[in-house]
């Protein structure tokens, strides 16, 4: 599983971070800090629900 | 006026569309409530891009979830403590005047810089002129407070670009906006004063509405109260869905700058558009059983901290803030009751909401700070 981050889109909400700590980062404003990356195995259900979460529709999953 | 959460996240999230600054429709009136109101400008919530981006960066980094957790959350577990012992030996108290109002003023006033002295009467001031009918004495009151409160700003303001001058700094937050550069320039005093006064206005009664209804709510739920004193680890999610079941801040205004659609709705330049954070937060098409407190939804893509550039930059405190002051109260004061018939609504009106003043008895406690301890 594939996460994409829309930086034009992020404004910083957190939401993923907060949900999903173990998946998520952010930067020294809180906004995400990754534009892509692969989601580590066993964390994907993590993932999605950060993913679903933003209130911006920031984040999109590619599923494999 | 913007109700689906579709639509008003559309709105909120097109900035190109839908102005926030002052301009020939609202004259030297607010531009983001509506009817406009004789308030002063507040940046950078009344900016456009590309005015608005440094000031608003200025405070996302002071503000983001980092600097809250290693920063404000000890100042923040030290008020709720302060201001729970004052109260906790008699038994009785006001949720909102004794607990509320002053913790969140004391954090957000603290990080500022404002001096001990003036936060009970600032944080009454921005609750009253909400809380009361414009023509109550107590919002006539606030209302000089006001005046008070923008006097108070610029003395300090005044006090730091001295102490900036002699090349002594101080750490708080109105000396690192003097500091701040927008565009190649130190930030002008205006600009810094205006930036004070978003973040009372926006810090001091913004949680402590939201709080204060968390706790009426967990008054009238028992099985809410029960499971969160039970299962801590759901304030990951709760403090979210008490800001999405009760928003703070019900709408913000916009004026239209160019032609556009929104939900099968064309509107024109200058027309005047009020979109409900708080009606798109009740939505069943984006909520189901939105009337219904679900201390563990996700997702939960509410509105409640706005969304798009504008959105609320004290959000990752305000989170915080509903978290730790809910939880401390249900830890010191377990049983408290809320008294029903002391309860007053907001007056009605289309931006701020939540309970004036909510009474409370529960078993009394120990203190647990020092006696003498007042900061």
């Known amino acids: 599983m594939k996460i994409v981050v829309d930086p034009a889109v992020c404004t910083g909400h957190a939401q993923c971070a907060s949900l999903a700590p173990d998946v998520y980062t952010v930067d020294d404003h809180g906004y995400n800090a990754l ?8 964390l994907e259900e993590h993932a999605r629900a950060g993913a ?11 599923d494999d | 006026v913007v109700s689906r959460h579709e639509d008003v996240s559309a709105v909120l999230k097109d900035y190109k569309s839908f102005s926030s600054a002052r301009n020939e429709v609202t004259g030297d009136r607010g531009s983001v ?15 456009d891009p590309p005015e608005f981006t440094p000031y608003k960066r200025a405070l996302t980094g002071m503000l983001s979830p980092a600097r809250v957790s290693e920063e404000l959350l000890p100042r923040l577990d030290h008020w709720i403590d302060y201001f729970i012992d004052q109260v906790i030996e008699k038994g009785e108290c006001d949720l909102v005047y004794d607990l509320t109002s002053p913790v969140a003023g004391a954090i957000a006033l603290e990080w500022l810089g404002m001096p001990r002295d003036d936060w009970q009467r600032i944080s009454k001031a921005y609750h009253d002129i909400v809380g009361y009918p414009l023509e109550d004495e107590r919002a006539q009151a606030a209302l000089r407070d006001l005046g008070w409160i923008d006097e108070r700003i610029a003395e300090e303001v005044a006090i730091r670009q ?13 000396s690192a ?34 709080v204060t209804s968390a706790l009426v709510h967990l008054h009238h739920h028992r099985d809410h109260r029960a499971a969160l004193i039970a299962d801590p680890e759901l304030w990951t999610t709760a403090a979210d869905e008490f800001v999405r079941r009760y928003p703070a801040v019900l709408a913000h205004a ?12 064309v509107m024109k330049p200058g027309e ?24 563990d939804r996700v997702p939960n893509r509410h509105v409640g901290f706005g969304l798009g550039i504008h959105r609320c930059p004290g959000m990752h405190l305000a989170r915080e803030t509903i978290r730790h002051l809910t939880k401390r109260i249900l830890e010191r004061m377990p049983d408290y009751e809320v008294d029903e018939a002391s309860l ?11 309970w004036v003043t909510a009474r409370a008895t529960f078993t009394p406690g120990p203190r647990v700070l020092p006696q003498d301890q007042t900061r």
């Open chain 1, 35 to 42: 534009r892509a990356f692969t989601v580590t195995s066993g």
């Open chain 1, 52 to 62: 679903i979460s933003c209130p911006e529709g920031a984040i999109t999953v590619l």
């Open chain 2, 33 to 47: 409530s509506q009817p406009p109101m004789p308030f002063k400008a507040l940046i950078p919530e009344e900016l």
């Open chain 2, 162 to 174: 001295r102490e900036i001058a002699d090349g002594r700094p101080r750490n708080d937050v109105i």
């Open chain 2, 177 to 210: 906006l003097l500091q701040e550069e927008i565009d190649g320039a130190p930030m002008a005093v205006d600009r810094v004063e205006s930036m004070a006064r978003i973040l009372i206005a926006g810090g001091v009664d913004t949680s402590t509405s939201t």
């Open chain 2, 254 to 265: 916009r004026t239209v700058v160019r032609d556009v659609e929104v939900g099968g709705c």
């Open chain 2, 272 to 295: 005047r558009i009020l979109a409900s954070e708080a009606s798109a937060c009740w939505d069943e098409a984006e909520f189901p059983d939105a009337d219904r407190v679900i201390l």
């Open chain 2, 344 to 354: 007053v609504r907001y007056a009605k009106q289309s931006t701020v909401s939540g």
